[in-house]
């Protein structure tokens, strides 16, 4: 999926959110235990229950690897549902990888190889060889931790060199030379506010994938007003106050009602800017 496709997907559902499936077996309702695939069971529900309001899922690998097999299988059967019934999705597999660039190579290959998964996360800590390896797949796309949304972002992120350029602001202009805004998006927190002005001095074209709504009370009105550019612009996350909306036997429900909540605010922000 390229730039145009997205912003196409977008303007269609009025939506420009983005479902993360962080699932933790500890808090899925318990009738769920009894199923084969309890992750698997539950994800098909949330999606199932989302899909018409949200353009991009964000699976977490962190909560599937915490399980072993059963884990990553249950992350492997979920992305794959979702290719099948919903072929418009932008899926993010939110890894967090980057490493020297022949380890690069095989998680760019277990991704875009053997899942075919749009996209993947990458810490750019370890420079251009460590990201360059996801960059060689056509269609495919690299999500490049820029400015994040906890409050560990303060330790190094704002540290300025003596030109006064901050380091998050160095990773997003320097890395954006390594691809284009067709391959590249930068994770930027939505809890950064009126920070997004900065991010789009560097970066005007590229998408942003925002997480910190919800569960981290960034606010979707900020990210909208100093993030938004002409094509959206914005993949905006939220996991837990979607999937664990409610805990009962309703979830998918209250993950629908909640997600079309976000999605009714986010209908009003592309219209205010003329983009619907
Ligand atoms: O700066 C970052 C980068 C990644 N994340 C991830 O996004 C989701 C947020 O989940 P919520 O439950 O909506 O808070 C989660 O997978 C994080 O690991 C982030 O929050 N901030």
């Not at 309001?53 to 059963?70: D, M, R, T």
């Not at 251009?128 to 690299?142: A, C, H, R």
């Amino acid at each position: 999926m390229n730039k145009q496709q997205l912003f196409e997907n977008i303007k269609r559902k009025k939506s420009f959110l983005c479902v993360g499936l962080d699932i933790d077996i500890k808090k899925i309702p318990t009738h769920l235990l009894n199923e084969e695939d309890p992750i698997f069971a539950f994800n098909k529900i949330i999606v199932d229950s989302t899909a018409d309001l949200c353009v991009a899922y964000k699976p977490n690998l962190a909560f599937y690897e915490s399980l072993g097999i059963q884990g990553w299988s249950a992350f492997e059967k979920t992305v794959r549902y979702i290719k099948e019934n919903y072929p418009d999705q932008f899926i993010i597999a939110d890894a967090k990888r980057g490493d020297i660039g022949n380890t690069s190579e095989m998680y760019a290959r277990s991704f875009f190889e053997h899942l075919d998964i749009d996209s993947v996360t990458v810490a750019p800590y370890m420079g251009e060889d460590s990201v360059k390896p996801f960059l060689v797949y056509p269609g495919k796309w690299v999500i490049v931790l820029g400015l994040t949304s906890n409050k560990g972002s303060q330790d190094f992120q704002f540290t300025a060199d003596a030109s006064g350029e901050r380091l998050f602001e160095k990773v997003m202009r320097i890395s954006q030379t390594w691809a284009t805004d067709d391959q590249m998006m930068f994770v930027v927190g939505a809890t950064q506010g009126k920070l997004f002005t900065d991010v789009r001095k560097i970066a005007p074209d590229h998408f942003l994938l925002v997480p910190g709504v919800g569960a981290q009370g960034g606010s979707l009105q900020d990210v909208a007003k100093y993030g938004m550019n002409k094509q959206c612009g914005l993949l905006v996350n939220s996991s837990r106050g979607i999937i664990y909306a409610d805990k009962s036997e309703n979830f998918g429900i209250a993950a629908r009602a909640e997600s079309k909540k976000i999605q009714e605010q986010m209908e009003a922000l592309l219209q205010e800017r003329s983009l619907i």
